[in-house]
């Protein structure tokens, strides 16, 4: 009898840890998700803004179409590789989209008029703060990935990671080259 | 940096348990001292309404003290629209954070630079920052200021620090009705030499009482400021590590440090602003009164942090071991599940002018009127003020004022004319002079008044 209850007891402990361990896998993951999506929702963002962005500043700058040819062609490539989702090819079209807005807005530099419109004002704040919430929502994504990533690597967690087939998932590098030049931007 | 919350959460909880038992045992010592016919029960009693004592006050604290806060400082909302770089910003900070909820933004009308949260539930939080803040602080800084804010809604500071605040104000009050209790029945009993009232207990109790009222708050305000103090350091790394830029939050520092006096604080609301605004910025001293570490401690950490070019809790922690020779303030298990990032490089943008009309802004978000003349000066007319037109002080020009609290008087074919909408209330509108408004009541049928001032004539319509 007093066997019985032991017996009882242990597995309903068990029992718990085993949904409260399951439960947290869970939890993390979702967070990864969610964090991920955050980063999605911020570079399509700015692949709307840009088209603006463009349209603006063409009027006052006549002499810069390859530099415009070379942001509306980054911009492109980096929403196929968001369409496809595949996180490291995210990573590298948005470093190439980086450099190349980087220059354009050096360009900018050379033209007072285009600086004194509101709007193109209004706009560029726009895209200096989603450019800043992309490098955010990486950093926050990169966050849970590692925190996630422990729970499946760790004990006891990594018995439950196997059984229910939780994988590693992949941080969000930027190469180091282009982190360093995009945002020195000067208006 | 997920679990980091975690583990602040059960250390304060330690120290917040301590104070309970503290505030407890001291109430219940109180009680002990009144109850004179038998100890046991007045010790009971008295813990018994020590307790509820401070649960009221934390309920309320708990269920409006957000609200009272930013009622009694005339907070105004930041929406994306009326301040779209704050919000931003605040945005920015919000994603790096991975909270859930967005904070609410407040401006305060003020031109001390200083900011603070509130937020004891999760649900809603929210960001204060006075005006002065947002008017001198460049891009980068005043990210940082917000990234502390934020670290403290992260870390649930508020919470911990508005409970402990009440249980701080609950043992003071306590000590205080204990002292002074005895001191008024000592001297009552030398005149009726009669024992009764407090000093009717038993002696070897009073004196422990007496002892425990005297050491109880300062107990306690070691264990509150020792809390404090520490969140500050946490608030400012968690603030580094989300930034990637410690300089940007060293240098915002520097400057508030010098104007953060504002007039509106209260000691509970204190530990939540970015720089102690009740006390001199470098007071330094283990037992000195403030809520906040001396700030240019806080700078040399950020400033360090900067040089080394990564930035992770773990390097915070060995700069603040070094600059402070103290023990750390992170568990094992925190810097296990930190990454290091590498420091960002600045943002270009300075303190943009648009800035400088904020002020406007938020004035007439709160109904004043702002007439520009064409001299360049802005006159900024308050809401009682119903004047149409004003004399520019410094060319002597007539303006006439336009706003949305501006009479409603047309001018009609024949002169001035208002328009009543409901016949059946009273209803009013100053005149032009502004020193005269006139009152129409439901039964005037007049169709027209005179301003007892300037004598202009007001003709009446009446709807169909």
Request: proline share 3%; with cysteine.
């Amino acid at each position: 009898m007093t066997f019985l209850v032991i017996f009882l007891v242990l597995v309903v402990v068990c029992a718990f840890s085993f949904f409260a361990m399951y439960n947290k896998l869970i939890g993390l993951r979702n967070i990864v998700r969610n964090s991920w999506s955050q980063i999605d929702v911020q570079l399509k963002r700015r692949f709307d803004l840009i088209p603006n962005l463009v349209e603006t500043a063409k009027g006052y700058m006549k002499h810069e179409s390859e530099t415009f040819i070379k942001v509306t062609e980054a911009r492109a490539q980096a929403m196929s590789a968001i369409n496809k989702g595949d996180v490291k090819e995210v990573g590298a079209a948005a470093a190439n989209l980086d450099s190349a807005l980087a220059k354009m807005m050096l360009t900018f530099e050379n033209y007072p008029e285009l600086k004194a419109n509101q709007n193109f004002l209004s706009l560029q704040e726009e895209l200096t703060s989603t450019e800043n919430k992309v490098a955010f929502a990486r950093q926050a994504y990169n966050d849970s990935v590692l925190s996630y990533n422990n729970a499946v690597e760790m004990f006891p967690t990594n018995i439950l990671a196997n059984m229910f087939n939780f994988k590693k998932s992949d941080f969000f590098e930027i190469e180091e080259k282009s982190e360093k030049q995009a945002p020195k931007v000067t208006f | 940096m997920w679990e980091l919350i975690r583990i602040n959460k059960r250390k304060s909880l330690f120290v917040l348990i301590l104070m309970f038992i503290l505030m407890v045992s001291l109430s219940g010592a109180v009680g002990a001292g009144f109850y004179t016919v038998d100890w046991v029960t007045g010790m009971i009693w008295g813990a018994l309404i020590g307790v509820v004592l401070w649960a009221v006050q934390a309920a309320v604290a708990y269920f409006a003290g957000d609200d009272i806060v930013l009622h009694f400082n005339m907070a105004v909302v930041v929406t994306p629209e009326s301040y779209p770089q704050l919000y931003n910003i605040v945005e920015e900070m919000k994603i790096a954070s991975g909270l859930q909820v967005m904070p609410e933004i407040y401006i305060v009308q003020s031109s001390g630079l200083n900011a603070f949260a509130t937020g004891i539930r999760r649900e809603k939080t929210a960001i204060c920052v006075t005006s002065g803040l947002v008017e001198n602080l460049t891009r980068d800084e005043l990210q940082g200021v917000i990234a502390h804010e934020m670290s403290h809604i992260m870390n649930r500071d508020v919470l911990f620090m508005t409970f402990a605040g009440v249980m701080l104000g609950t043992i003071t009050m306590l000590s205080n009705v204990m002292l002074k209790g005895t001191v008024f029945a000592n001297s009552e009993n030398k005149r009726s030499r009669k024992k009764g009232g407090f000093s009717g207990g038993h002696p070897a109790v009073i004196i422990v009482v007496l002892l425990f009222a005297v050491i109880a708050p300062v107990l306690a305000r070691i264990f509150y400021f020792t809390i404090s103090k520490k969140r500050e350091y946490l608030a400012d790394a968690s603030a580094a590590r989300l930034t990637r830029y410690p300089i940007g939050l060293a240098s915002a520092l520097q400057k508030i440090a010098k104007h953060s006096s504002i007039d509106f604080v209260s000691k509970i609301t204190a530990p939540m602003f970015i720089v102690n605004p009740q006390f001199a910025a470098d007071e330094d001293s283990l037992f000195s009164a403030s809520t906040h570490p001396p700030v240019y401690k806080r700078i040399a950490i950020l400033t360090q942090l900067q040089h080394g070019g990564k930035v992770s809790l773990e390097t915070y922690q060995r700069i603040y071991e070094k600059e402070l020779e103290a023990s750390g303030l992170f568990s094992k298990t925190t810097l296990e599940t930190d990454k290091s990032e590498a420091v960002r490089a600045e943002s270009a943008e300075k303190i943009s002018e648009s800035r400088k009309d904020l002020a406007d802004v938020i004035l007439a978000n709160a109904g004043f009127k702002i007439a520009t003349c064409e001299c360049g000066l802005k006159i900024k007319l308050p809401p009682s003020d119903l004047r149409m037109k004003v004399v520019c002080p410094r060319c002597r020009k007539e303006i006439s004022v336009s706003g949305s609290n501006a009479a409603p008087v047309g001018n009609g074919e024949d002169g001035l004319v208002f328009k009543r909408k409901n016949v059946n209330s009273w209803e009013s509108f100053p005149c032009q002079c502004g020193r005269f408004t006139f009152q129409l009541s439901p039964l005037f049928r007049g169709t027209s008044v005179v301003c007892r001032h300037c004598r202009t004539k007001v003709r009446i319509e009446y709807p169909e």
